[in-house]
């Protein structure tokens, strides 16, 4: 079945601790995305790429990076230096091109301890 | 850069009633409009999208959208609720930013509970 998977679902860290999200995707997308959903906050762009090797800051870019080393893969990073790294992560793609529909993941939840 | 307006947070509906969720942006070019529902415990999924055409578009499960482009709104609207269609309801905007690319901005979204 083609179609993005998260991974971990559920991820603990300790203050001080970077962690890495993955995310892979099998629809031969050009386009990934990265939004944090927080309550009442809806979702917000952190990250995203059109194409491998090349990404671009979204609104909240701070403390967080990524990678784009192959096409199906956008791996986040989200380091100590985020000061309110608790939240839902989701991962999206597109064909890209002329915009169009984000196919989401499932998502992944981070606490911070 | 746009930005997109939900009305309601939360809005509270008994089955068979009928309902219109707002949306408004701000983005002054061309813009490709969708709708997205997150069932409880699930991923977000496409309800409807507006590329083109005729502004009134239909989605999956009954609801439609009609794009008014003089007051920048998307509203929703289904004629009768069911319990099932109790989640959370995004808007979203899609423009171009630059350099090939297009950026999906989402509104804050409205949790809709229906009562059986």
């Known amino acids: 079945d083609g179609g993005i998977t998260q991974s971990p679902k559920y991820l603990f860290r300790k203050e001080g601790q970077n962690v890495t999200l993955s995310c892979e995707q099998n629809?031969?997308?050009?386009?990934m995305y990265w939004y944090r959903q927080d309550p009442g906050q809806g979702l917000r762009l952190i990250y995203y790429?059109?194409?491998?090797?090349?990404?671009q800051k979204g609104d909240i870019a701070e403390g967080y990076s990524v990678s784009r080393e192959k096409k199906e893969s956008f791996p986040l990073t989200v380091t100590s230096a985020q000061k309110n790294p608790t939240a839902f992560y989701l991962c999206a793609s597109s064909s890209g091109g002329g915009g169009g529909e984000l196919f989401f993941g499932e998502g992944s939840r981070l606490t911070v301890l | 850069a746009q930005s997109v307006s939900q009305h309601n947070h939360h809005v509270i509906l008994s089955e068979a009633a009928s309902l219109e969720l707002g949306c408004n942006y701000s983005y002054g070019g061309t813009v490709n409009l969708f709708w997205y529902v997150q069932y409880p415990g699930q991923h977000l999924q496409l309800l409807l999208k507006?590329?083109?055409?005729?502004?009134l578009v239909k989605g999956i499960k009954g609801f439609e959208a009609e794009f008014i482009k003089s007051k920048f709104s998307f509203n929703l609207r289904k004629p009768s609720v069911q319990w099932s269609d109790t989640a959370e309801y995004f808007c979203a905007v899609q423009a171009y930013s630059g350099a090939g690319s297009y950026q999906l901005t989402f509104g804050k979204g409205t949790k809709l509970s229906v009562i059986p």
């Open positions: 507006y590329f083109s055409g005729d502004p």
């Open positions: 629809l031969n997308h050009d386009a």
């Open positions: 790429s059109q194409i491998v090797n090349d990404f």
